[in-house]
C-alpha cells in the first residue's frame, strides 16, 4: 500500500468517537497511526482536523479539549506534509520523464 501517513492516535480516536466516517487504520504504534491519503475518507478526518486546529480554538493544557487540539494540529501539519510530498514527488517524475 502506498501513500501512507504516519498520525497521532488522540486526533484520530476522537475522530471515530463522535461517529464520524473515519480511515482505515493500516499499521499502529504506541503513539500514531498509519493511514492512506488515498482512503476515501481522510478528507473528513482532514477537514476535521483543520477545525480542531484553527487559532481561535481556545484551549489551554489544563483543559480536557487541549489534548484533541494539539492533536488534530499535528495531524493536519501530517496530512499537509504527506499531500505536498506527493505532488512534489509526481512534479519531479513528470520533469524527470524523457
Do not use: C
Request: proline share 5%.
Amino acid at each position: 500500500m502506498t501513500n501512507l501517513v504516519k498520525i497521532p492516535q488522540r486526533f484520530l480516536q476522537d475522530h471515530a468517537d463522535r461517529d464520524l466516517d473515519t480511515p482505515e487504520i493500516v499499521k499502529m504504534t504506541s503513539k500514531h497511526f498509519w493511514i492512506s491519503l488515498d482512503d476515501p475518507h481522510t478528507t473528513e478526518l482532514y477537514q476535521d482536523a483543520e477545525f480542531y486546529a484553527k487559532p481561535w480554538i481556545d484551549s489551554k493544557p489544563s483543559d480536557g479539549l487541549w489534548g484533541v487540539v494539539v492533536s488534530a494540529r499535528a495531524t493536519k501539519r501530517a496530512l499537509d506534509k504527506a499531500v505536498a510530498d506527493e505532488v512534489s514527488a509526481d512534479t519531479w517524475r513528470k520533469l524527470n520523464e524523457n
